[in-house]
């Protein structure tokens, strides 16, 4: 299995985004959001208050980088040319990045933001303040499909988040920890993916292993969002696991809804009530489904079992180099599409294939959650689901 994006891909993104140029008045487009430079140069950082700029012309690609950045930089082989400044604020990014573009005869602009987003206190000034400038959103529109390469990742990342769970399941026991047991098989499935992996695996992590695998219990676990409390595991607790893996900044999601020991009658019921929503879930994905159409289902479906006020969020949500991007399963998706306030049109609010989603309908009481997320792609001619540890009942209950 491939553990990384061809250069092809690369290529075929920057193509894209000239096109989008040249339709366009503007001379250059601009990013400041390190994903979407990431996507589309391949140079991963983490956002701080050192700015990262890229600029894309019908010739050159140019990345502007705080001077600690010029040798990663320097060696992606998708960018032209690099050019940097000392540290902020003494280096001053966005003017050196406006003389990097004024070197380049750019007089205008589409960029993803006017100047760097406010991160760790930086304040710098606009990039209007220098040339005209536009605003787009290439990119994001870009990531919502995703080519074969990038499921490929995405299915890779899968195969080790079921490992990584496996391992979660097996160390999970009455009075055991459960921050200890999260990093005891993240390590071991960390090390056995490196191990498999060797010299393929493109290192994307610093210190962490690719392979993340936890869970929230107790009370917590009625919070959607719910911390993982200092306490040990007792029998009647629920858990709300997650794993996932980084295969060259790709990410899948996995989660369950276990038990420590035998549930109750009505945890039983809840469990039941969601498997089948996510079942009905997984089954109405399709090329050409309507986004709201599977969110609506599933808020009738739980209306009828009378649970409807139990539920709090959507249905999924798409990912990729993010770990929730558009478009979203959501029952108001159709209408954002068709509103003034955005630059969607009604056609974005159905499933294509190339659309990666989680899927993740919940139920939440004032006691536990309840909550299984499978990752699943849409095909020309259905679904693919990637992740595929079990998810009926007996398969997660800990005895």
Request: charged share 25%; aromatic share 6%; glycine share 10%.
């Amino acid at each position: 299995m491939p553990t990384e994006l061809p250069s092809s891909e690369f290529d075929a993104r920057l193509a894209a985004v000239r096109d989008r140029l040249a339709a366009t008045d503007a001379d250059a487009g601009v990013w400041f959001g390190a994903t979407a430079i990431e996507y589309l140069a391949g140079f991963a950082h983490v956002q701080t208050e050192r700015p990262v700029v890229l600029a894309v012309t019908s010739g050159t690609v140019a990345l502007v980088v705080p001077r600690l950045e010029r040798e990663r930089a320097a060696a992606v082989p998708h960018v032209d040319r690099v050019e940097t400044y000392f540290d902020y604020p003494d280096g001053r990014p966005v003017e050196t990045a406006a003389g990097v573009l004024a070197d380049l005869g750019v007089g205008s602009v589409a960029a993803d933001a006017d100047g760097a987003p406010g991160v760790m206190g930086y304040q710098g000034p606009s990039l209007s303040a220098f040339l005209d400038v536009d605003t787009q959103s290439w990119v994001d529109r870009m990531r919502w499909a995703k080519s074969d390469a990038e499921i490929a990742l995405i299915r890779e990342s899968a195969t080790w988040a079921n490992l990584g769970h496996r391992r979660l399941a097996e160390h999970t026991e009455p009075g055991a920890h459960p921050a200890t047991v999260s990093q005891r098989a993240s390590m071991e499935a960390s090390q056995a993916m490196l191990d498999a992996l060797g010299d393929r695996y493109v290192e994307r992590v610093r210190g962490d292993g690719p392979v993340a695998a936890g869970y929230i219990s107790g009370e917590e676990t009625r919070l959607p969002h719910g911390h993982t409390p200092n306490e040990r595991l007792e029998r009647g607790d629920v858990v709300v696991t997650g794993a996932t893996a980084n295969v060259d900044g790709y990410r899948s999601e996995l989660e369950r809804t276990m038990f420590v020991g035998e549930p109750t009658d009505e945890q039983a019921h809840l469990f039941e009530v969601m498997l089948e929503a996510q079942t009905l879930a997984i089954e109405a994905l399709g090329p050409g489904v309507a986004l709201d159409y599977v969110d609506d289902a599933v808020d009738d479906y739980l209306a009828e079992q009378g649970v409807a006020d139990l539920a709090r969020h959507h249905v999924g949500h798409n990912i990729g180099l993010g770990a929730h991007e558009p478009p979203y399963i959501d029952a108001g998706w159709s209408d954002h599409c068709d509103g003034d306030h955005t630059d969607l049109a009604p056609d974005d609010a159905t499933m294509e294939p190339g659309h990666v989603y989680t899927v993740e309908p919940g139920l939440y009481t004032d006691d536990a959650g309840y909550r299984h997320s499978d990752t699943v792609a849409v095909t020309d001619d259905g679904t693919e689901r990637l992740t595929h540890y079990p998810r009926d009942l007996e398969s997660n209950v800990v005895r």
